[in-house]
């Protein structure tokens, strides 16, 4: 079984995320600025003396998959520890079930396609 794992969190968490995935010995990530909102509908910003409404905030999106349950919880488990401040907009981690994967390269799939391996 493969899963994937989006997470969205605040910009100034990235290199904590990255950092914690790091330490759990992921192998690939993939990382994108993404704008959104939640619960807080974003904020008021004074522009030029101005009260402009700022509706979409910055934020990380990481994307990660992973080949089991157990890998699941400690990828979760990480990045809600490197992630969180207490604060509204800390964001959020999404999981769901892949059906598939295939290595371009190498034509490899499912597990096999996660894997690294040392050729270049």
Do not use: C, H
């Amino acid at each position: 079984m493969l899963i994937k794992i989006d997470a969205i969190v605040r910009p100034e968490k990235m290199e904590d995320v990255k950092d914690a995935l790091d330490a759990i010995n992921i192998n690939g990530i993939t990382v994108s600025q993404v704008m959104g909102y939640g619960a807080q509908r974003g904020y008021t910003e004074v522009v030029r003396g101005t009260e402009v409404p700022i509706v979409l905030n910055p934020k990380v999106k990481f994307e990660i998959v992973v080949s089991s349950e157990e890998w699941e919880e400690k990828v979760i488990k990480a990045i809600k520890e490197a992630a969180f401040t207490g604060e509204f907009g800390d964001g959020k981690i999404f999981s769901y079930n892949i059906n598939s994967a295939m290595k371009i390269r190498t034509g490899e799939t499912g597990y096999d396609a996660l894997q690294s391996t040392e050729e270049k």
